[in-house]
């Protein structure tokens, strides 16, 4: 038997044929547009599916159901997307508007959750039950697998971890409030840091990678800056870490997961990322007297979210599948 997954972003439409495994067969994708009404978006992801299971050569009685990982929140119960502001979609009955081209049960589920089930099925958190995802990107998203399952809450909005507070009355983040870690603990967050950082050290081997041009500052240029020694960009790599271990540490407090996994792009620091976060969650996670959660990097790559949405269809997701 086999699963469509469908990964919907803002910019691309990726959408693969997944194994009883998690092991995608064939992918293929297709530009968003979005700012195109939804009727044209669902119609083109509905088309890609077809396209996939033909040039896969399967017969469609062998694909069991086709998944959605979306940006905002779902309602997989009614098969409506309710908000996804990249996308301008509100209300949006996907389900009903999919099953127009393609008769097959359709399940719809947050694309941050669909990353962390694609981790727990077939990444970094295969071998256990409890696990929580999170990708440090242009925000901070987070998905949570309980007992083999997503958990989303009672309204599928829940695990938007990026917006605790670990800063009172700190930064101003994009959601409106000020101080929530998204704000200090993001590639966005970090690249703020090193552009104030080497304008305040024109002298910084921080500033003259760049040439003095703060807009050439990326998510890795801090990190590259401290690993040639230089002090600026140690600074500021060692105070982001800690920024991105407050977030965790609470998020083992309070949910103590068996593995916690780290993805997007500052994830591909590895050691020079883990170790420091390691020694910063030993030393202030509550419960020390217990086995310790396990902090692990994300395997999945860009294809999780595929993977994940593919796994709605095989995997009890919330006991509504």
Known sequence: MYYIGIDLGGTNIAAGLVDETGTIIYKDSVPTMREREYPEIVKDMAMLCLKIINDAGIDIKNVKSIGIGAPGTPDNKNGILVYANNLKFKNVPMRMEMQKYISLPILIENDANCAALAESVAGAAKDVSNSITITLGTGIGGGMVISGKVYSGFNSAAAEVGHMTIISEGELCTCGRKGCWEAYGSAMALIEQSKKAAKSNPDSMLNRSVGGD????????????????????????????????????????????????????????GEYLLKPLREHISRDVYAKEVPQTQIRVARMGNDAGIIGAAMLGKLEVRGET
């Open 214 to 269: 703060l807009s050439k500052i990326n998510a890795k240029t801090s990190f590259d800056s401290a690993k040639q020694g230089d002090e600026t960009g140690k600074k500021v790599v060692e105070q982001y870490i800690k920024y991105v271990a407050e977030g965790i540490i609470n998020l083992i407090n309070i949910f103590t997961p068996e593995i916690l996994v780290i993805g997007g792009g500052v994830s591909k620091e």
